[in-house]
C-alpha cells in the first residue's frame, strides 16, 4: 500500500514508519521541516516537506495514496480555533484526493464538551465523519510523557505538584502502546467509522508518587495544589490564556474519572504493555541522565 503520514519522526511515528516499510508498503512521511528529510530517509520512507495548514499541499501530497495518518501538531494560542481549520483542511484534502482508508489521532474527552482542551479533537472528528472513507480514530488517554514535566520540581524540592487529588485514579499511555494500535490501523483500515481507545496502565497519584520513589531512591511527595495555583503556574510558563483556561477545565473532568473515562466501556479498548514501573525507570533514567549520576535503569523489554 502507499500511505502518506503527518506527524514526521515523532514519538509514535518514529516507531511506526519502520515496521510499516518492513511490510512492503510505501510510506510518505509530511514534516514542516527540511532538516528532517533525511532522518525520514534513514526510516526507509519518503519526505515530503510542506505545511499541514495548506490545503492545496497535502491534497497533492495525498493524491494517489492508499491511506493517511492525520494529527494535530505545531502550538497555537487557540486550540479551539486551529483545530476547526484542521478540520476543514483535513477534510477537504481528503475528499479532494479520494483517499479511501483514513487513521485519525484523536484523544481521550473529545466527545465530550467538559474535556477542556481534549475538545478540540471534536473538530477534526466531525469533520472526518463526513467524509467518503473508512476512518479509524485512535483515542489515547493521558501520555506518560507528559509526566516529565515534573522533573524541574521533583529535582528541587523532590515533589510533584498537581491540582488532581493524591487518591483520583488516572489513566495514561505509552507512545510504544500508541504505535502498536497505529501500526495496526493504518495496516488493515477497519470498515466504517471506528474508535479504538488506547491505555497502558491505571493508578492513583500517590501510585505515581510511590513508582517514583522507588526508582529514584528517594522520597517523591504528591503535593496537591488548588486550580487557581495550577492555573498560576501555566501563565507563568508562559502558557496563553486561550490555553491556560481550557487546559484548567479539562484537569476539572479529570477529577472524576466515573465521568473522564465513561465512554471506554462502549468501544474497544487496546490495553498496553508499558506500565507504571516501566515509565518510572525510564523517567528515572532521564533524571540520572540529566543529573550526571551513574546509576543505571533498564526496562525489561516487552
Same mark, same amino acid.
Given at each position: 500500500?502507499?500511505?502518506?503520514?503527518?506527524?514526521?519522526?515523532?514519538?509514535?511515528?518514529?516507531?511506526?514508519?519502520?515496521?510499516?516499510?518492513?511490510?512492503?508498503?510505501?510510506?510518505?512521511?509530511?514534516?514542516?521541516?527540511?532538516?528532517?528529510?533525511?532522518?525520514?530517509?534513514?526510516?526507509?520512507?519518503?519526505?515530503?516537506?510542506?505545511?499541514?495548514?495548506?490545503?492545496?499541499?497535502?491534497?497533492?501530497?495525498?493524491?494517489?495514496?492508499?491511506?493517511?495518518?492525520?494529527?494535530?501538531? =505545531?502550538? $497555537?494560542?487557540?486550540?479551539?480555533? !486551529?483545530?476547526?481549520?484542521?478540520?476543514?483542511?483535513? *477534510?477537504? +484534502?481528503?475528499? %479532494? #484526493?479520494?483517499?479511501?482508508?483514513?487513521?485519525?489521532?484523536?484523544?481521550?474527552?473529545?466527545?465530550?464538551?467538559?474535556?477542556?482542551?481534549?475538545?478540540?479533537?471534536?473538530?477534526?472528528?466531525?469533520?472526518?465523519?463526513?467524509?467518503?472513507?473508512d476512518?479509524?480514530?485512535?483515542?489515547?488517554?493521558?501520555?506518560?510523557?507528559?509526566?516529565?514535566?515534573?522533573?524541574?520540581?521533583?529535582?528541587?524540592?523532590?515533589?510533584?505538584?498537581?491540582?488532581?487529588?493524591?487518591?483520583?485514579?488516572?489513566?495514561?499511555?505509552?507512545?510504544?502502546d500508541?504505535?502498536?494500535?497505529?501500526?495496526?490501523?493504518?495496516?488493515?483500515?477497519?470498515? =466504517?467509522? $471506528?474508535?479504538?481507545?488506547?491505555? !497502558?496502565?491505571?493508578?492513583?497519584?500517590?501510585?505515581? *508518587?510511590? +513508582?517514583?520513589s %522507588? #526508582?529514584?531512591?528517594?522520597?517523591?511527595?504528591?503535593?496537591?495544589?488548588?486550580?487557581?495555583?495550577?492555573?498560576?503556574?501555566?501563565?507563568?510558563?508562559?502558557?496563553?490564556?486561550g490555553?491556560?483556561?481550557?487546559?484548567?477545565?479539562?484537569?476539572?473532568?479529570?477529577?472524576?474519572?466515573?465521568?473522564?473515562?465513561?465512554?471506554?466501556?462502549?468501544?474497544?479498548?487496546?490495553?498496553g504493555?508499558?506500565?507504571?514501573?516501566?515509565?518510572?525507570?525510564?523517567?528515572?533514567?532521564a533524571?540520572?541522565?540529566?543529573?550526571?549520576?551513574?546509576?543505571?535503569?533498564?526496562?525489561?523489554?516487552?
Amino acid at each position: 500500500m502507499k500511505i502518506a503520514m503527518l506527524g514526521s519522526v515523532g514519538n509514535i511515528n518514529s516507531l511506526v514508519i519502520p515496521r510499516l516499510v518492513a511490510d512492503g508498503h510505501q510510506v510518505t512521511v509530511i514534516s514542516s521541516n527540511a532538516a528532517r528529510a533525511d532522518a525520514i530517509r534513514k526510516l526507509g520512507a519518503t519526505p515530503a516537506v510542506g505545511d499541514m495548514m495548506d490545503a492545496d499541499f497535502l491534497t497533492t501530497t495525498f493524491t494517489g495514496q492508499d491511506t493517511v495518518y492525520l494529527m494535530i501538531s =505545531g502550538s $497555537s494560542d487557540d486550540l479551539f480555533a !486551529s483545530a476547526q481549520k484542521l478540520a476543514t483542511i483535513f *477534510a477537504n +484534502a481528503v475528499t %479532494a #484526493a479520494d483517499v479511501h482508508h483514513v487513521v485519525n489521532l484523536s484523544s481521550i474527552g473529545a466527545q465530550d464538551k467538559r474535556a477542556g482542551s481534549l475538545y478540540a479533537y471534536h473538530f477534526i472528528e466531525d469533520a472526518l465523519r463526513q467524509v467518503d472513507a473508512d476512518v479509524a480514530f485512535v483515542r489515547p488517554v493521558g501520555f506518560y510523557n507528559n509526566l516529565f514535566a515534573n522533573m524541574t520540581s521533583i529535582r528541587q524540592n523532590h515533589a510533584l505538584y498537581s491540582n488532581i487529588p493524591a487518591a483520583t485514579t488516572r489513566k495514561y499511555v505509552s507512545p510504544a502502546d500508541i504505535a502498536d494500535v497505529v501500526y495496526g490501523v493504518l495496516s488493515a483500515t477497519p470498515a =466504517g467509522k $471506528s474508535i479504538r481507545y488506547v491505555v !497502558s496502565d491505571t493508578f492513583t497519584g500517590s501510585e505515581l *508518587a510511590a +513508582a517514583l520513589s %522507588a #526508582a529514584l531512591g528517594f522520597t517523591v511527595d504528591y503535593v496537591a495544589i488548588s486550580d487557581e495555583q495550577y492555573a498560576a503556574g501555566l501563565r507563568q510558563a508562559g502558557v496563553p490564556e486561550g490555553i491556560v483556561v481550557p487546559f484548567v477545565q479539562s484537569s476539572l473532568l479529570q477529577k472524576q474519572p466515573e465521568e473522564m473515562y465513561a465512554d471506554l466501556v462502549n468501544q474497544p479498548v487496546h490495553t498496553g504493555k508499558l506500565k507504571l514501573t516501566d515509565f518510572a525507570a525510564t523517567f528515572a533514567a532521564a533524571y540520572n541522565k540529566d543529573d550526571g549520576t551513574a546509576r543505571a535503569h533498564t526496562v525489561a523489554s516487552k
